[in-house]
């Protein structure tokens, strides 16, 4: 059974940084390409951070370019997002998604809906 499991969520200020982690299961990391997206109240969910798992180019939502950045850790099944100068803006629940590659191909979709296995989420909250 695919598992994606979210953790690092929380609470901090304006300015602080968190680093958000998603274990995963039941699959074979390196078949995947894993992503992470948002969803803040009453807003749709969005793309944040992206990771080519062809050639590792990564790609960003403006909203958190420079800010956010993607890795993974594949002898852990781990992907990480690292998030700097948070915003109050950047208040939302925080998700992991997973899409076997060869259904996509080369293609790193940003959209929602291509993606088949979701975590249960974490809270990120910046005060201000």
């Known amino acids: 059974e695919v598992q994606l499991v979210e953790s690092g969520g929380g609470l901090v200020q304006a300015g602080g940084s968190l680093r958000l982690s998603c274990a995963t299961s039941g699959f074979t990391f390196d078949d995947y390409t894993i992503s992470w997206f948002r969803q803040a109240p009453g807003k749709e969910r969005e793309g944040v951070a992206f990771?080519?798992?062809?050639?590792?180019?990564?790609f960003y939502a403006d909203s958190v370019k420079g800010r956010f950045t993607i890795s993974s850790d594949p002898a852990k099944s781990t992907m990480y997002l690292h998030m700097d100068s948070l915003k109050p803006e950047d208040t939302a629940v925080y998700y992991c998604?997973?899409?076997?590659?060869?259904?996509?191909?080369?293609?790193?979709?940003?959209?929602?809906?291509?993606?088949?296995?979701w975590g249960q989420g974490t809270q990120v909250t910046v005060s201000s």
């Open positions: 990771i080519s798992t062809s050639d590792g180019t990564t």
């Open positions: 998604a997973a899409v076997l590659k060869s259904l996509l191909g080369l293609v790193i979709s940003t959209a929602p809906d291509d993606y088949p296995y």
